[in-house]
């Protein structure tokens, strides 16, 4: 069965697919109309949320338990963005360990990690790995601007 989608790539590939997989000539012009309204949201991929992703001092988020932790838990959540083939990533792993275990008792403070080539979560932007992101619990953002060695 044939599929469509729309991408916008000038900002990070952001990828669109209508709500009904009906190839025909009004689902695809009921789904640009919409997309051109602003009415289509982003499709962006996430894992399940693992059964166990709060038992260790590092949180494991994917994108549908992202918002919640990240965004809307009163804390301040540390974020590191990894891929799971990286150098830089699998160097800073037994680091981010210790920062999780450090803060794990802290009410105020989550330590979380989460797959960005398996997650995608909207208004984030993941352009390197790894990516360090501070989610303020008076919801600002601090991106980690600094080496990866």
């Known amino acids: 069965t044939p599929t469509f989608r729309i991408c916008r790539a000038s900002e990070d590939f ?3 697919k209508p709500e009904s997989s009906e190839f025909s000539e009004d689902n695809l012009r009921d789904f640009i109309t919409k997309y051109k309204a602003g009415e289509v949201q982003p499709d962006l991929k996430s894992e399940n949320v693992p059964e166990d992703w709060d038992a260790a001092p590092v949180k ?13 838990s009163g804390k301040d959540v540390f974020v590191e963005f990894y891929a799971p083939w ?7 792993a037994p680091i981010w360990d210790e920062l ?20 995608e979560v909207k208004n984030v932007k993941v352009r390197g790995f ?20």
């Open 14 to 16: 952001i990828k669109f």
């Open 100 to 119: 999780g275990e450090k803060f794990k008792d802290d009410a105020d403070i989550v330590i979380a990690k989460m797959d960005a080539t398996a997650n």
């Open 60 to 72: 494991v988020l994917v994108g549908k338990n992202f918002e919640e932790v990240a965004m809307e």
């Open 86 to 92: 990286c150098g830089h990533c699998k160097s800073l």
């Open 130 to 149: 790894p990516t360090l992101k501070l989610f303020k619990k008076d919801n600002t953002v601090v991106d980690y601007n600094g080496g990866r060695t």
